[in-house]
């Protein structure tokens, strides 16, 4: 089974064409967290525009582009420039598949991904790809986040550290206690009320949009912590 890791991706640069916002943002969050430079497109016209300035090293394609679809997009990309290809569908027929590949994808997955196939994907890509960014020397781990005071203390990897709120550390602690294990919303409300029932839903995601914000200026970093689609949120520490 794959090995989830921070930073394994370091230094590759990798683009995410992909039109449903929610998905694109899922995955370019999921790959910068694993040390991909990323970028996000909406269509085949986006990124043909940005090839003309910049360059990446693999092109995670969805199929279902409008306007020209995937297919096209691989067919003209292998046909011009030295780019890994990772082409994602909604269908999982073979004859797609086999369609894929022959014009010229190097993977070819069912959406959503299981990210930690696609990051082995994109890693195996960056060892067979002449013109990739090679991998970084290994260092040594990095300090951790992690919660101190009777958890009422958020301490960053930079020693930074922040006061939490009594409906944040409620938060934290359920995140910190299945890190890297996603927790769904119904899981983290139960942490935060006696009556769940009463809770919005939306209410969670502001906490945890405001938590971030809060992090993010007290530490100078961003705090991993991860929405997983149709599921809940995931600490990664």
């Given at each position: 089974m794959?090995?989830?890791?921070?930073g394994e991706?370091a230094?590759?640069?990798v683009?995410?064409?992909?039109?449903?916002?929610?998905?694109?943002?899922?995955?370019l969050d999921?790959?910068?967290?694993r040390?991909?430079t990323?970028?996000g497109?909406?269509?085949?016209?986006?990124?043909?525009?940005?090839l003309?300035s910049?360059?990446?090293?693999?092109v995670?394609?969805?199929?279902?582009l409008?306007?020209?679809?995937?297919?096209?997009?691989?067919?003209?990309?292998?046909?011009s420039?030295?780019?890994?290809?990772?082409?994602?569908?909604?269908?999982g027929?073979?004859?797609?598949?086999a369609?894929?590949?022959?014009?010229?994808?190097?993977?070819?997955?069912v959406?959503?991904?299981?990210?930690?196939?696609?990051?082995?994907?994109l890693?195996?890509?960056?060892?067979?790809?002449?013109?990739?960014s090679?991998?970084?020397?290994?260092?040594?781990?990095?300090?951790?986040?992690?919660?101190?005071?009777?958890?009422?203390?958020l301490?960053?990897p930079?020693?930074?550290?922040l006061?939490?709120?009594?409906m944040?550390r409620?938060?934290?602690?359920?995140?910190f206690?299945?890190a890297?294990?996603?927790v769904?919303?119904?899981?983290l409300?139960?942490n935060?009320?006696?009556?769940?029932?009463d809770?919005?839903p939306?209410?969670?995601?502001?906490?945890?949009?405001?938590?971030?914000?809060?992090v993010r200026s007290?530490?100078?970093v961003?705090?991993?912590?991860?929405?997983l689609?149709?599921q809940?949120?995931?600490l990664?520490?």
């Amino acid at each position: 089974m794959p090995m989830t890791r921070a930073g394994e991706l370091a230094g590759l640069q990798v683009w995410v064409v992909e039109d449903d916002p929610e998905l694109r943002a899922l995955l370019l969050d999921d790959l910068a967290w694993r040390g991909a430079t990323v970028r996000g497109l909406g269509s085949a016209e986006a990124l043909y525009r940005a090839l003309l300035s910049d360059r990446c090293d693999i092109v995670v394609l969805d199929v279902g582009l409008p306007g020209e679809d995937g297919y096209a997009v691989a067919s003209h990309l292998r046909a011009s420039a030295s780019i890994g290809i990772v082409m994602l569908t909604g269908r999982g027929d073979a004859r797609d598949m086999a369609l894929g590949l022959n014009q010229g994808a190097d993977l070819y997955l069912v959406k959503p991904p299981d990210m930690d196939v696609l990051a082995a994907g994109l890693h195996s890509l960056r060892r067979r790809l002449p013109t990739a960014s090679p991998a970084p020397a290994i260092a040594a781990p990095a300090p951790r986040w992690r919660l101190a005071d009777d958890d009422w203390t958020l301490h960053a990897p930079t020693a930074a550290t922040l006061a939490l709120t009594v409906m944040e550390r409620g938060v934290l602690q359920r995140l910190f206690e299945a890190a890297g294990a996603a927790v769904t919303r119904e899981q983290l409300i139960a942490n935060l009320t006696d009556a769940p029932w009463d809770f919005d839903p939306h209410r969670l995601d502001v906490l945890v949009h405001r938590l971030r914000t809060r992090v993010r200026s007290a530490t100078g970093v961003e705090l991993p912590i991860r929405a997983l689609r149709g599921q809940g949120y995931l600490l990664t520490v």
